[in-house]
Structures are given as C-alpha cells and as structure tokens.
C-alpha cells in the first residue's frame, strides 16, 4: 500500500493508514485540480491518439465496420504480423506460455509448429478425415471445413525466453524487459508475463476457441498455459461510432494514421540497441485492468466526463462538435473545459514534445464472473503495439500515474512481449531470424 | 481409481467432405457416383481415374446394418471405414488415395463378410497409408497376459493391505502412514482392469466426491489416507483397514471368473494417463499424503504393461510408437526427480512452478501420443 498512498484519489484515501483524514476527498480533489470546471469535459477514450481533425487519414485499428461475423481470412504471409494493424475483430483470446521444451531444437520445432497451424487456421479449408488408426485430426468444433472468419494469430516473445535455457540470451531485444509495475498496479505473479504471447482474434468465438485448442494439441510437449484471457470488441453504439468499454465510453477513438507506422509501429532495421533478427517486429504490450464498474455506474456522469476527457454519450471531445476532432489542449491552459488531469489529456498531451509516445492501441473488454464481494470481474485487455516500450506505452504510462480514474481501475496482470517480425512467406516460420 | 465408463461403442470415424471425387461408379442404386451396397453386392465394379482427394458416397441397400471398410486387398489393411452404417443410409467416406489396389469389405450383421472387385488406381502417388486391423483372436493373448498380471498384483495387495491393518491394530500411526504408500501403489499399477474390477474398485480406490469425507460409507484406500494424514485415531481406522483386506481377498478371489474386454486393452493405454493428468496431477486425489506425483509413476508402470502386450501389434502399425516411448520415459523422469531422499514426494502443490509446467506438458504430450492405440488395437472382425 505504501505507492499507492501517495496517489491522489478516493481510493489511496481509503487504503490510507493514519493521516486519512488530511487527504482530499475524490471530489474535492477533483473540482480543486479540475478548478471550477463550468462548462464542459473534454475528449478521449484512454492512451490513444491520432490527430484526425484536419485531415480524416484513416487511423490504424479504427474501422469498425467489418464487425459483422463473417470476415474473410486475413493474408498470413507478410512483412509485418497481420493481426496488429487492421480492425479489431470481434472476438479475442490473449494467451501466455512458458515453454517447456528441453532444448533449443525443441524451441524451433515449437516456433515452427504455431507457424504451420497460425498458417492452415487463418487460412481455412478441410483438415484430413480420420482412418481407423486414431482420433480424428481436428476437433470439429468449426464443422467438416474450418472457416478463416477473419481469424488473426499475432506471436510474441517475452524477456524470460532469453534466459539461459535456449542460448537465447544474447539476442534478448533491445527494449524488452519484464513488466514495469507501476504505483496503482496490483500485479498477480500467476496472470504476469510469460515466454511467449499469443493473440487470437476472429470474428467469433467459436472461431478462436477452435484455434486455440488446434494449437494447444500440436504444441503441449513443447509450451504449457500460463494464463489467458479472452475478450471481445462491442458493436459500435450508436452505429458510425466507435466500440464502447465497459465503463460506457467509447475506447480507442484515436489511433495513429498508418503514415506513421515506420516512426512509432515497427522496429526499424538497423536501430541502435536492437539485434538484427527485431527488424519488423513490434512491441507488444499487454495490460489486464479490472474496472469495478459497480462503484463507477455510482460515480455521476459529469464526474465520469471530467475524468475521461470526453463526453460518455457522443463520444467527443468536450471542447469540440465531432467524434474525431482534436482538443485543443493549448487553448485551455488551466483545464477549465478538460481538467488537465483528463485521462485523455494526460495520455495524449498532444504536444510536438510527445507526439514520438503515441501508441497503437488494440483494446478488447473482458467480463469473467465474480470477485468474492459478488462484484462482477469485468475490465479491458489493453493491449498496445509500438516501437519502444519505455519511449512509448511507459511514457504514456507515467503521464497517467495518479490520474483520477485509477480510484476505479486496478491493473492485475499482462506483459511486455515483442511481436515476432511478419513470416514472409511458405518457407518461412515465426522467429526464424532469432532461432538461426 | 478410473472414472472411464465403459467405451464399447465406436464414433463414426469418417468426417463428411465436400465431394472432390472424379469417381465414376455403377453398382445400382442411388445417385450417380454413388456405391451401393446389399446383401448380393459389395460395392460392385467402380473405377477412379487417377489418386488424390476422394469422397466416396456409399448407399446402404441392405436391410441390415453394418461396417464397410476400404481395404488392400493383398493385405486387408484398412485404408477408410463407414462403421454403424444403417439400411437405407449415405454415407461419405474420404480419404488421399493414392495408387495402389481397393477393395470395399462389407461387414453386415448376420451375413458372411464379403470382399468386392479390386480396382486399380494408376500411377505412383503415394496416399493414406492403410492399416491392417487388429483381430479378436490377436488380443486374445494379451488379455490372457495381462490377466496373470493382474493376478499377481492382486496377491501382492493382499500381503501390502494385511501389513497396513496390523500396523492400525497395534496403533502404530507411523507405521501406517509408511505401509500405506507401497499398497496404494500396487493397486495403481492395474490400471487397464478397473472396469473389470467392477464395484470392487468403488470400495478399493473410491473417492470421497459424492459421499463426503465423513461419510461411512466411503472406503478404501483414499478413506484410509485421509484419516491417517488427517489426525483420526489408529481405532478409528482399523474398521477400515480390515474391510480393505476383506475387498482385496474378495477381489483377488473372484479375479479369474472376471473378465477383461478385448476393446479395453488399447483404451485403457491412453484412459490410464487421462486420468492421472485429471485427478492426480491436478491434487484432487491428493487426500493428505501428498504423493500423487507417485501414483502417476504407479499409472506409467501399468500403462507400460499394456504396451509391452501390445507391442507385437502396434509395431508394424504404428509409426508414432517411439514417440510415445519418448514422452512416457521424459514423464518419468520428470516425476522421478521429486522423488525427496527421505523417501516422501513434493505434492503436486508444492511443485515449482516450472517443475509442473514440465510434468504437465510431458504428461499431455505423451497423451497425445498415446491416443491412436485406442483405434488402432480395437479388435475388429475380418
């Protein structure tokens, strides 16, 4: 308890030991940073950005529109892994494993296993029948014929890979480091991070499970469970919008343009500090945050606006008319229309100086059942690609440190991985470059 | 104990494709490029113009059930099988046909069985590999063996159980938690009987789940383990240490007018480890002694029993046999090694976390390594 003492809010007022009593309340200490908030809130969902006013360059992972079920399979070849870019799909399962193969051959045979099945999943068609001579070869779960329903199957590494098990050790990527705690994380060991990372998104669940089981049986001497966790993306309400979370506000508004994918997606060839074999990769970070939606559904929505930044019901930003505007922070130096302790102010400052710490985000909201107050166990995978860990998610990360809202958020688990570089093609298999 | 319920029924093995087949066939009934099948006709002449991906579809014409099979005529191996195929049904069956020699084999009920015409299918391409069917009269041996084998573990028992109910009648609790180890390791190496041990394995080896720990009702070895680690009184006990004895004679007794159903051998290969991985590397069956990390090495010995029976067979059909040797023999030493040298075992809840992840995922591949046997030694009519 002792970080979180020294956080502002309701919640380390509450978990405080002897000088409560000296801590402003929630509200005061909003409406005192807030500074008399007359008219309006501001904007934002969370840590994402995208100036999109001027001119409407489609953001990354911002269309929504093809939420509907039925999507076709997504190229699997490619520079750069498939799943990082285009929309989110509507269904999701975010897994970690510990490898549990004896030797470094193992680990290929693992890494050429998930690229063979990821290969044959995304694409679809009709797994062999059975003979008399063993169970049949796919669980049918998705029929005679697996359907590709637009199924995504996104790799990562995490740092313990590069321990001394597989000779790994100096190819550890540069930026990649276990996960930061930061001072309102409540981190659980069991649900932190993990070898490897695999995402699984389709457009349905029945679609995901499939490729998870279908993985999980050609791999289980080679990499065990860890923990997971599955999620889903929520239709755009009202419909031109963009998906709400779990606390009623639209989430992921703002992304970066793909224009600036080279600047702040994907590991570029040849930057200092970064084994060759990261080139095309991206960092991978993975946030697992309960919202205690209880206590926030008892917060009023003038209170929720100001500490989100926009408006629940529109979705904008409370200084402007229109969903994808940008709020012009600088002119509003004092918060009096978004308090300068605004989630999306924090997250996004949108000044030149933190224009290189915009993340891609990819967030998807979970709900699994009870905690043991009866409460429901309900929140966000937040999960985010970039090019540098501590440039970009931790920057964003640190600006936010003490924001309001964490008085209803409580990070348990996740992790920092780097997506493995795209497999170009039939030859070639995930990791390749790191394991040869 | 073993939670399998009996598995005597066989799943239809042929998943339905869409039709890929440039099959021409004739043989009456049905559709074309349909086979029919009667009591007169297996198949008829058909013919397939060239290998790869094929998708027969087969009319049952007869007024009886039964199982066509795909074979090799020069071998009988079976390439395919449509099992509970009903009079007056369609059924698909799909496989990579490669260049070879077909012949459909008609197995229905109260009829003689009938080959087909061999077809000859050009070229040299290779496809499914067929494999030839294990017989009754093949398993036969085997089940004799694992009969005596089973006879003695059961003798052994008895002497095990007698020891651990003199060592509660003289109130000797140490002694008790030592000569209960031994014991219930013996009865776990006899996997592959359980079912044939009927209830027996209720009173031997139940567990406490529907009953309730404080039911007296529930006996056995894990009755008596719960108690000895669970601070009961050596007279508490006792009665339950005799019945046990009582059970074992009754069973070791009874054991030669039971017997072991052919189909059981093959299943119980994998169904043995399926169980281990379900309640003993889980903790369930942990009842306070905290060695079920030693029962499932008891459960690797019997699962080795069964495969050494069915090594004559399964060497010549199946090519993921060393595989299987691989991950048993990883298993093993993976549990081995928490093994403490005072003797006593890490219960599984105790295990590193890495120490599990490697058990588990030696026990899940061995597993899937396992699983074909049971299809490939069911005893099938030829």
Not at chain 1, 187 to 206: K, M, R, V
Not at chain 2, 197 to 216: H, K, Q, T
């Given at each position: 308890?002792?970080?979180?003492?020294?956080?502002?809010?309701?919640?380390?007022?509450?978990?405080?030991t002897g000088d409560a009593d000296k801590l402003p309340g929630r509200r005061s200490f909003l409406r005192g940073v807030a500074g008399g908030v007359a008219g309006g809130v501001v904007a934002g969902g969370a840590a994402g950005y995208?100036?999109?006013?001027?001119?409407?360059?489609?953001?990354?992972?911002?269309?929504?529109?093809?939420?509907?079920?039925?999507?076709?399979?997504?190229?699997?070849?490619?520079?750069?892994?498939?799943?990082?870019?285009?929309?989110?799909?509507?269904?999701?399962?975010?897994?970690?494993?510990?490898?549990?193969?004896?030797?470094?051959?193992?680990?290929?045979?693992?890494?050429?296993?998930?690229?063979?099945?990821?290969?044959?999943?995304?694409?679809?068609?009709?797994?062999?029948?059975?003979?008399?001579?063993?169970?049949?070869?796919?669980?049918?779960?998705?029929?005679?014929?697996?359907?590709?329903?637009?199924?995504?199957?996104?790799?990562?590494?995490?740092?313990?890979?590069?321990?001394?098990?597989?000779?790994?050790?100096?190819?550890?990527?540069?930026?990649?480091?276990?996960?930061?705690?930061?001072?309102?994380?409540?981190?659980?060991?069991?649900?932190?991070?993990?070898?490897?990372?695999?995402?699984?998104?389709?457009?349905?669940?029945?679609?995901?499970?499939?490729?998870?089981?279908d993985i999980a049986k050609h791999t289980r001497g080679g990499m065990q469970i860890n923990w997971r966790i599955d999620g889903f993306t929520s239709p755009?309400?009202?419909?031109?919008?963009?998906?709400?979370?779990?606390?009623?506000?639209?989430?992921?508004?703002?992304?970066?343009?793909?224009?600036?994918?080279?600047?702040?997606?994907?590991?570029?060839?040849?930057?200092?500090?970064?084994?060759?074999?990261?080139?095309?990769?991206?960092?991978?970070?993975?946030?697992?945050?309960?919202?205690?939606?209880?206590?926030?559904?008892?917060?009023?929505?003038?209170?929720?606006?100001?500490?989100?930044?926009?408006?629940?019901?529109?979705?904008?930003?409370?200084?402007?008319?229109?969903?994808?505007?940008?709020?012009?922070?600088?002119?509003?130096?004092?918060?009096?229309?978004?308090?300068?302790?605004?989630?999306?102010?924090?997250?996004?400052?949108?000044?030149?100086?933190?224009?290189?710490?915009?993340?891609?985000?990819?967030?998807?909201?979970?709900?699994?059942?009870?905690?043991?107050?009866?409460?429901?166990?309900?929140?966000?995978?937040?999960?985010?690609?970039?090019?540098?860990?501590?440039?970009?998610?931790?920057?964003?990360?640190?600006?936010?440190?003490?924001?309001?809202?964490?008085?209803?958020?409580?990070?348990?688990?996740?992790?920092?991985?780097?997506?493995?570089?795209?497999?170009?093609?039939?030859?070639?298999?995930?990791?390749?470059?790191?394991?040869? | 104990?073993?939670?399998?319920?009996?598995?005597?029924?066989?799943?239809?093995?042929?998943?339905?494709?869409?039709?890929?087949?440039?099959?021409?066939?004739?043989?009456?009934?049905?559709?074309?490029?349909?086979?029919?099948?009667?009591?007169?006709?297996?198949?008829?002449?058909?013919?397939?113009?060239?290998?790869?991906?094929?998708?027969?579809?087969?009319?049952?014409?007869?007024?009886?059930?039964?199982?066509?099979?795909?074979?090799?005529?020069?071998?009988?191996?079976?390439?395919?099988?449509?099992?509970?195929?009903?009079?007056?049904?369609?059924?698909?069956?799909?496989?990579?046909?490669?260049?070879?020699?077909?012949?459909?084999?008609?197995?229905?009920?109260?009829?003689?069985?009938?080959?087909?015409?061999?077809?000859?299918?050009?070229?040299?391409?290779?496809?499914?590999?067929?494999?030839?069917?294990?017989?009754?009269?093949?398993?036969?041996?085997?089940?004799?063996?694992?009969?005596?084998?089973?006879?003695?573990?059961?003798?052994?028992?008895?002497?095990?159980?007698?020891?651990?109910?003199?060592?509660?009648?003289?109130?000797?609790?140490?002694?008790?938690?030592?000569?209960?180890?031994?014991?219930?390791?013996?009865?776990?190496?006899?996997?592959?009987?359980?079912?044939?041990?009927?209830?027996?394995?209720?009173?031997?080896?139940?567990?406490?789940?529907?009953?309730?720990?404080?039911?007296?009702?529930?006996?056995?070895?894990?009755?008596?383990?719960?108690?000895?680690?669970?601070?009961?009184?050596?007279?508490?006990?006792?009665?339950?240490?005799?019945?046990?004895?009582?059970?074992?004679?009754?069973?070791?007794?009874?054991?030669?007018?039971?017997?072991?159903?052919?189909?059981?051998?093959?299943?119980?290969?994998?169904?043995?480890?399926?169980?281990?991985?379900?309640?003993?590397?889980?903790?369930?069956?942990?009842?306070?002694?905290?060695?079920?990390?030693?029962?499932?090495?008891?459960?690797?010995?019997?699962?080795?029993?069964?495969?050494?029976?069915?090594?004559?067979?399964?060497?010549?059909?199946?090519?993921?046999?060393?595989?299987?040797?691989?991950?048993?023999?990883?298993?093993?030493?993976?549990?081995?090694?928490?093994?403490?040298?005072?003797?006593?075992?890490?219960?599984?809840?105790?295990?590193?976390?890495?120490?599990?992840?490697?058990?588990?995922?030696?026990?899940?591949?061995?597993?899937?390594?396992?699983?074909?046997?049971?299809?490939?030694?069911?005893?099938?009519?030829?």
């Amino acid at each position: 308890m002792g970080d979180a003492d020294k956080l502002p809010g309701r919640r380390s007022f509450l978990r405080g030991t002897g000088d409560a009593d000296k801590l402003p309340g929630r509200r005061s200490f909003l409406r005192g940073v807030a500074g008399g908030v007359a008219g309006g809130v501001v904007a934002g969902g969370a840590a994402g950005y995208a100036v999109r006013a001027a001119q409407p360059e489609p953001a990354m992972a911002a269309d929504t529109a093809s939420l509907d079920g039925r999507l076709a399979a997504v190229p699997f070849h490619g520079r750069y892994q498939a799943g990082i870019v285009p929309p989110s799909q509507r269904q999701t399962a975010v897994i970690s494993f510990d490898v549990t193969a004896d030797s470094t051959s193992g680990l290929t045979d693992l890494f050429q296993t998930i690229t063979s099945r990821a290969r044959f999943l995304t694409a679809g068609g009709t797994p062999p029948p059975a003979g008399i001579d063993g169970p049949p070869s796919d669980s049918g779960v998705l029929g005679p014929t697996v359907v590709p329903d637009g199924l995504t199957v996104t790799f990562g590494v995490g740092s313990t890979l590069f321990d001394d098990r597989y000779g790994l050790a100096g190819k550890l990527p540069g930026r990649l480091t276990p996960m930061q705690p930061f001072p309102n994380d409540d981190l659980d060991p069991a649900q932190t991070g993990g070898d490897l990372i695999l995402q699984l998104s389709a457009g349905n669940a029945d679609t995901v499970l499939h490729a998870l089981r279908d993985i999980a049986k050609h791999t289980r001497g080679g990499m065990q469970i860890n923990w997971r966790i599955d999620g889903f993306t929520s239709p755009a309400r009202p419909s031109g919008t963009v998906p709400r979370n779990l606390m009623g506000f639209m989430d992921g508004i703002a992304n970066p343009p793909l224009s600036k994918a080279k600047e702040l997606l994907w590991v570029q060839p040849g930057t200092a500090g970064e084994p060759d074999w990261t080139a095309d990769g991206s960092y991978f970070v993975v946030r697992l945050i309960r919202m205690f939606v209880e206590f926030w559904d008892r917060v009023d929505v003038y209170e929720q606006q100001q500490m989100i930044g926009r408006d629940r019901a529109t979705g904008f930003p409370m200084d402007a008319k229109s969903l994808f505007a940008a709020p012009d922070f600088g002119a509003d130096p004092t918060g009096a229309v978004i308090p300068v302790n605004a989630h999306i102010r924090l997250a996004n400052p949108r000044t030149p100086q933190t224009a290189s710490s915009r993340i891609l985000r990819r967030a998807y909201n979970y709900d699994r059942g009870i905690d043991q107050v009866g409460d429901l166990d309900q929140g966000l995978i937040f999960t985010c690609f970039q090019q540098d860990v501590k440039r970009q998610f931790e920057a964003v990360q640190t600006r936010l440190i003490g924001e309001p809202l964490v008085d209803y958020i409580s990070p348990f688990g996740g992790g920092y991985f780097l997506a493995l570089p795209g497999v170009r093609d039939a030859a070639d298999w995930y990791g390749r470059a790191l394991l040869t | 104990m073993l939670a399998m319920a009996m598995r005597k029924t066989r799943p239809l093995t042929i998943a339905m494709l869409a039709a890929m087949a440039s099959l021409t066939a004739c043989g009456g009934g049905g559709a074309s490029n349909t086979i029919s099948f009667n009591s007169a006709s297996c198949g008829g002449t058909w013919t397939l113009a060239k290998p790869g991906w094929h998708t027969f579809e087969l009319y049952n014409a007869n007024d009886v059930g039964g199982e066509i099979d795909l074979i090799d005529p020069r071998t009988s191996g079976v390439y395919a099988e449509v099992a509970q195929f009903g009079p007056g049904t369609t059924q698909t069956m799909s496989l990579n046909v490669g260049s070879g020699r077909y012949a459909f084999r008609c197995l229905f009920e109260d009829t003689d069985p009938m080959t087909g015409p061999a077809v000859t299918v050009p070229g040299h391409v290779k496809g499914f590999t067929a494999t030839v069917p294990v017989t009754n009269n093949e398993l036969v041996g085997p089940a004799k063996e694992y009969q005596v084998y089973a006879a003695a573990g059961l003798k052994t028992l008895v002497g095990q159980t007698e020891t651990l109910a003199s060592d509660l009648q003289r109130g000797n609790l140490t002694a008790a938690r030592r000569d209960w180890l031994p014991a219930h390791l013996t009865y776990e190496t006899l996997g592959a009987a359980y079912d044939a041990f009927g209830n027996f394995d209720d009173e031997i080896d139940g567990r406490a789940d529907a009953l309730g720990v404080s039911n007296p009702q529930w006996t056995g070895f894990y009755r008596l383990e719960y108690g000895l680690w669970h601070g009961q009184s050596a007279a508490e006990l006792t009665p339950y240490a005799s019945k046990l004895v009582a059970d074992v004679r009754s069973l070791l007794a009874t054991w030669p007018t039971m017997e072991i159903p052919l189909i059981d051998i093959g299943l119980r290969t994998h169904e043995i480890l399926e169980n281990a991985l379900e309640f003993q590397l889980t903790g369930h069956d942990d009842y306070g002694s905290g060695t079920t990390l030693a029962t499932t090495l008891a459960n690797i010995q019997g699962t080795r029993e069964l495969l050494s029976l069915l090594h004559p067979l399964l060497v010549t059909r199946y090519p993921g046999l060393p595989g299987v040797y691989t991950w048993l023999n990883r298993l093993q030493t993976l549990l081995e090694a928490e093994h403490q040298p005072g003797g006593t075992w890490v219960p599984v809840s105790q295990l590193s976390a890495s120490a599990r992840q490697g058990i588990d995922a030696a026990c899940s591949q061995a597993l899937q390594e396992l699983a074909p046997i049971a299809s490939i030694a069911e005893p099938r009519n030829t």
